[in-house]
């Protein structure tokens, strides 16, 4: 059974960082296109950021040049740097791989 755990989650002040991350077991996670999803109170779940099994990254436009996700198939893990917050980033993130297993998502609140 494939099990997605995502953490790195946390409150932080506008303008600083944080570092996500989405550790997965049961599956052959090098061949996956593996995507970083948030939602927001109120607001439907968005696309943030998606890496293919080659490493082609795609970015939201909300979030270009201030988030970077990375992959490390020795270690079954994605992650997603986040640099400048701003205090719309605000939400629960969500891993997800080959397009159908979701994680449980992890908080994340930027305070102005």
């Known amino acids: 059974q494939v099990q997605l755990a995502e953490s790195g989650g946390g409150l932080v002040q506008a303008g600083g960082s944080l570092r996500l991350s989405c550790a997965a077991s049961?599956?052959?996670?090098?061949?996956?296109?593996l995507d970083w999803y948030r939602q927001a109170p109120g607001k439907q779940r968005e696309l943030v950021a998606t890496i293919s099994s080659a490493g082609i990254t795609h970015y939201a436009d909300s979030v270009k040049g201030r988030f970077t996700v990375s992959r490390d198939n020795a270690k079954n893990t994605m992650y997603l740097q986040m640099n400048s917050l701003k205090p719309e980033d605000t939400a629960v993130y969500y891993c997800?791989?080959?397009?159908?297993?979701w994680g449980q998502g992890t908080q994340v609140t930027v305070s102005s």
């Open positions: 997800r791989l080959g397009g159908g297993v």
């Open positions: 049961g599956t052959m996670f090098r061949i996956y296109v």
